[in-house]
């Protein structure tokens, strides 16, 4: 499992290098990419292809090979195996008795989490955000009450529409948002949630999203409730944002109680009685 630049070519290891010259074969996640990268280093070893859409039938002939062969996986960027299909042919070659060894290097994960500012020792990656905007604020009011660092990854087309569901359901957080790592135009925005919708008005390259977690004292099994009374109509405007966002009562009650002094149940009977208004008027 040899680690890739994420951008720079600069960022590839000696040793990735040495065993990228020794093995039998790559197997690359894009191998226009992996072919840039071996030719600015020299390296002439064979190349297939295993991506998503080859990975279950180029698989068996990997395995096949293995028998007799080092093989090198690499994923288009990074460390391979991490939010691409290389999990299963690990999964596969381990099942089958063969050795699996990580030749570490470039992670947007770590590299992003390096720059941020925020807590990493502990933190929740949540890799690729849901595509569809049902699924996303769902996720993201599961891990609303989450004390830890968030981790995300998002693609141009969609990151303002994340970037607002973010900030719907988790409130004006603090975020760190790291755009084309390592490349030309490598730009690091740190601010709130609000001022990256604001500053991403067109956005362009790869995005990794490093999001504050829960405030302390908030976690999603926390029932204790401060004395200080809750702003109301701040939870009115919170809930109907909730709802506006596909989100449902549940997972809303424990955004509202993660961003609140309330307890799940009252949080939950606030959602209930804002609602009915709602309808009524």
């Known amino acids: 499992m040899v680690a890739t630049p994420i951008g720079n070519l600069e960022d590839i290891t000696l040793r990735g290098l040495r065993i990228l010259e020794q093995v039998a074969l790559i197997a690359a996640e894009d191998t226009r990419t992996t072919r840039k990268l071996l030719g600015s280093y020299g390296i002439a070893t064979p190349i297939t292809s295993y991506h998503e859409h080859t990975s279950r039938t180029k698989a068996a002939g990997l395995l096949k090979m293995l028998a007799t062969s080092d093989i090198a996986l690499v994923s288009e960027a990074g460390t391979p195996g991490i939010s691409d299909p290389g999990r299963l042919l690990v999964q596969m070659a381990l099942d089958t008795g063969f050795q699996v060894v990580p030749v570490p290097g470039a992670s947007a994960p770590a590299s992003a989490l390096s720059i941020s500012g925020f807590p990493s020792d502990q933190y929740l990656f949540l890799g690729f955000l849901p595509r569809r905007k049902a699924d996303r604020t769902k996720q993201l009011a599961s ?7 968030l ?30 790592m390592t490349k030309r135009h490598e730009e690091l925005f740190t601010g709130r949630l609000s001022g990256a919708v604001d500053h991403f008005s067109q956005p362009r390259g790869e995005f990794t999203l490093v999001i504050a977690g829960a405030p302390s004292g908030t976690g999603a099994g926390s029932t204790t409730v401060p004395s200080d009374v809750p702003d109301k109509e701040a939870l009115r405007e919170e809930i109907l944002k909730l709802q506006e966002s596909g989100v449902g009562a549940k997972e809303a009650a424990a955004t509202i109680a993660g961003s609140s002094n309330l307890s799940r149940r009252e949080a939950y009977r606030m959602w209930l009685d804002v609602i009915s208004e709602e309808r009524q008027s």
């Open 143 to 149: 891990v609303a009450g989450v004390p830890f660092t």
């Open 151 to 180: 981790v995300a990854f998002e693609s141009p087309h969609r990151l303002r529409a994340s970037l607002n569901d973010l900030l719907a359901v988790l409130g004006d957080r603090e975020v760190a948002v790291s755009r084309e």
